[in-house]
């Protein structure tokens, strides 16, 4: 039958680079939601635009691409050249933090290097936990340093017994922002002084994708990250924020997980602050909308950015709490569906998901973009959100009774708990 030829494989979109940047008025309307969001926090951030690009620091040097691309008005772009390898040199904060990180990390280190410490701990639970409930398949570990400071950590299952493929990785990335950069983010960040100068920033963050095989187990993905712009020789910073979110996203709805999913990250969001689940949650359901196919990329979870509305280790407990949920919030799923029976056209319509999961991957999310377009970025981690197979049929028609509840949802959101 036509539907069992071969899924189309992602590892040949080499020409992935080459999509247009052109930003969509959704874009500009999540960046709209995230003033309004600081305006009703009474932040002093409340004029300073979504950092929705954000969302993938932790892919290496998309984090450098990712900040300042956040930061630019929808309408003007501001284009940087790529250093020449010559003027490539560590970072004064960067060479002062590693002896920090020698002498041991206490409640008083600076918040860059906590957040660090953070985010490769939990990669390493992770991606443990992930390695048993496969049963057969192991994380390959691909370490990688910057010559300004800093260095990261991709960890790719592949081909495993229960994922076809399971990523989480790391950045830490130490840099200089670009003066045209500097003086677009002047105007939302007061602090910022004017000057003619690269001023040095620092992004670290976590993301995590993954992707089984079984489809009655869904695709799951989790991000949180930290940026501060403007610490000079290890000191304080003049800026800062915490983003992040985390997303279910089936192609085959079991209500009863997206209950679970969205319960265990209200609690985690409860702990910290009463309006943050359902601020977050609605704020997720705008940003992982496909405009073009009228849907939203899955049932949702939290999504945030440009988060400074409370003291930094107020904020950064928030993230851990949220961080360390991860696996409650996506075992006892993959437990349940891992092992179940499916059939062919179950399989067919998986990669039919799979295609609207890549296509807002490569042509909404900002962060992924730019990225993709950075000089020197490091593709294969940006890629690595990527599953391993998709398809994209011709006027594919869809048993539209089989999947009119996902459907659904996918159209209209849905609250799955109560606010």
């Not at 095989?213 to 000079?232: D, I, K, M, Q």
């Not at 602050?273 to 990329?297: L, S, T, V």
Request: aromatic share 10%; proline share 6%.
């Amino acid at each position: 039958m036509a539907h069992l030829a071969r899924s189309t494989p992602l590892r040949s979109l080499s020409r992935v680079s080459q999509l247009s940047t052109v930003r969509s008025s959704w874009s500009r309307a999540v960046s709209s939601q995230s003033r309004a969001y600081s305006a009703a926090s009474g932040t002093k951030g409340a004029q300073k635009p979504s950092t929705s690009a954000k969302a993938f620091t932790a892919l290496g040097a998309i984090a450098t691409g990712a900040a300042f691309w956040s930061q630019m008005p929808a309408a003007k772009q501001v284009e940087c050249e790529a250093p020449k390898k010559d003027d490539k040199k560590p970072s004064k904060t960067a060479e002062v933090d590693k002896k920090r990180k020698l002498e041991g990390l206490t409640e008083d280190s600076p918040m860059r290097l906590r957040m660090e410490a953070f985010n490769k701990k939990l990669q390493a639970e992770i991606t443990a936990k992930i390695e048993e409930l496969d049963g057969e398949g192991k994380f390959r570990v691909d370490k990688w340093d910057r010559i300004e400071g800093g260095d990261g950590i991709s960890m790719v299952l592949q081909d495993g017994k229960v994922f076809e493929k399971a990523g989480v990785g790391v950045s830490v990335v130490y840099g200089m922002l670009p003066p045209a950069a500097v003086a677009q983010m002047r105007a939302q960040h007061p602090g910022i002084s004017a000057t003619k100068e690269p001023m040095p920033f620092f992004a670290t963050g976590i993301s995590c994708v993954m992707h089984p095989r079984n489809p009655n187990a869904p695709t799951v993905h989790f991000n949180y990250r930290y940026f501060e712009l403007g610490a000079v020789d290890g000191g304080e910073p003049v800026s800062w924020w915490f983003g992040g979110g985390c997303d279910l996203t089936p192609a085959i709805l079991y209500e009863e997980d997206a209950v679970h999913f969205h319960r265990v990250i209200k609690v985690a969001c409860d702990k910290h602050d009463p309006r943050y689940y359902k601020d977050f949650k609605k704020w997720c359901d705008d940003y992982f909308y496909i405009p073009h196919r009228g849907e939203r990329r899955g049932v949702g979870g939290i999504f945030f950015d440009d988060l400074d509305d409370k003291k930094p280790d107020e904020l950064f407990a928030f993230v851990q709490t949220c961080g360390k949920s991860f696996l409650d919030q996506y075992v006892p799923i993959m437990e349940r569906r891992k092992d179940m029976p499916f059939t062919e056209d179950d399989k067919l319509w998986q990669q039919i998901r799979r295609g609207r999961y890549v296509e807002f991957n490569l042509v909404y999310d900002r962060g992924t973009k730019f990225g993709l377009l950075t000089p020197g970025a490091r593709i294969e981690s940006i890629l690595m959100t990527m599953p391993l197979t998709a398809r994209w049929e011709y006027m594919h028609d869809a048993d539209t009774k089989a999947h009119e509840r996902l459907m659904e949802v996918l159209r209209v959101p849905r609250d799955w708990i109560p606010l």
